[in-house]
């Protein structure tokens, strides 16, 4: 007889970046203010979790970047605000590290 396995549960921030990244959707520029205000959001979360559950915030930066490295090809970033907002988790998942 074989035990049941349970099912790993998401973590509540991956979630949250999934969602908010919105896989599929070009954002275009007039979109893009409030696409990445929602995101630096979200990364503020990581960098608060990141002072005291350092290998959570790890996990959880590298997430955050691979999605906006995914993301980057489906959103009109000429305004640059993207491109900023990815240089200050870069530095929290090193700390974090």
Known sequence: MMAKR???R?????AAIETALRPGQFIDY???WD??????E????IDQLARTDPERAVRLYESFLAGCYEKAEGLD?????????????????LKAR
């Open 77 to 93: 970033d000429s305004g640059g605000t993207f491109g900023q907002l990815v240089e200050t988790p870069c530095l929290g998942w």
């Open 6 to 8: 349970r099912p790993v």
């Open 30 to 32: 007039r979109a893009g």
């Open 35 to 40: 696409f990445v205000s929602e995101l630096g």
């Open 42 to 45: 979200i990364a503020a979360q």
């Open 10 to 14: 998401q973590d509540p921030l991956e």
